[in-house]
T-cell receptor
Framework: KAGVTQTPRYLIKTRGQQVTLSCSPI?????VSWYQQTPGQGLQFLFE???????NKGNFPGRFSGRQFSNSRSEMNVSTLELGDSALYLC?????????????FGPGTRLTVL | SQKIEQNSEALNIQEGKTATLTCNYT??????LQWYRQDPGRGPVFLLL?????KEKRKERLKVTFDTTLKQSLFHITASQPADSATYLC????????????FGGGTRLMVKP
């Protein structure tokens, strides 16, 4: 099976712009979670989607949003970019929402905000 | 406040020795705890999951223990190899509701030949 794919892999934006990142989960997986990773804060949970519904949301401002499509693919959007949004954005998929499901991470999208 | 703490300093050990990494948590009651490996520029890779009613879990050269009284998990790599050099992250189910993993800051392991 193909792994989790994320596009684009690298992105450079300027402050005030918005960005959309895409994640394709492993075939058959219905849950997609998004994380932000920075050197200072480490890996932080953004949100989780299961069957097109947001199940959990982390402590991030409303500028961060996401959605999941009927084929389980997911997108996250960040509006009005700030310098502090520069980070590696990771997507992870799992078969279901059960708390003991292993999460499979993608390679991430490296976002740089200038 | 809730915290998950891993030793932020790099752990340097000699090839062939056992590496032991620590994960401590406060103000959580996780149903399970997971360990991941992350190489530079790549996403984390799942290694092991241990449930609250399990004391120990093994997989090849890896062993994880989980002490809910001490609120601590230990991660051991026996007969370590230079290829084991990476950052190791512990994560736990923050709200017992699903895939909301909260991660520790990770410990970088360096295995020298």
């Amino acid at each position: 099976k193909a792994g989790v794919t994320q596009t684009p892999r690298y992105l450079i934006k300027t402050r005030g712009q918005q960005v959309t990142l895409s994640c394709s989960p492993i075939s058959g997986h219905r849950s997609v979670s998004w994380y932000q990773q920075t050197p200072g804060q480490g890996l932080q949970f953004l949100f989780e989607y299961f069957s097109e519904t947001q199940r959990n949301k982390g402590n991030f401002p409303g500028r961060f949003s996401g959605r999941q499509f009927s084929n389980s693919r997911s997108e996250m959007n960040v509006s009005t970019l700030e310098l502090g949004d520069s980070a590696l954005y990771l997507c992870a998929s799992s078969p279901g929402p059960a708390s003991t499901d292993t999460q499979y991470f993608g390679p991430g999208t490296r976002l740089t905000v200038l | 406040s809730q915290k998950i703490e891993q030793n932020s300093e790099a752990l340097n050990i000699q090839e062939g020795k056992t590496a032991t990494l620590t994960c401590n948590y406060t103000n959580y009651s996780p149903a399970y705890l997971q360990w991941y490996r992350q190489d530079p520029g790549r996403g984390p890779v799942f290694l092991l999951l241990i449930r609250e009613n399990e004391k120990e879990k093994r997989k090849e050269r890896l062993k994880v223990t989980f002490d809910t009284t001490l609120k601590q998990s230990l991660f051991h790599i026996t007969a370590s190899q230079p290829a084991d050099s990476a950052t190791y992250l512990c994560a736990l189910d923050a709200n017992n509701a699903g895939n909301m993993l909260t991660f520790g800051g990770g410990t970088r392991l360096m295995v020298k030949p």
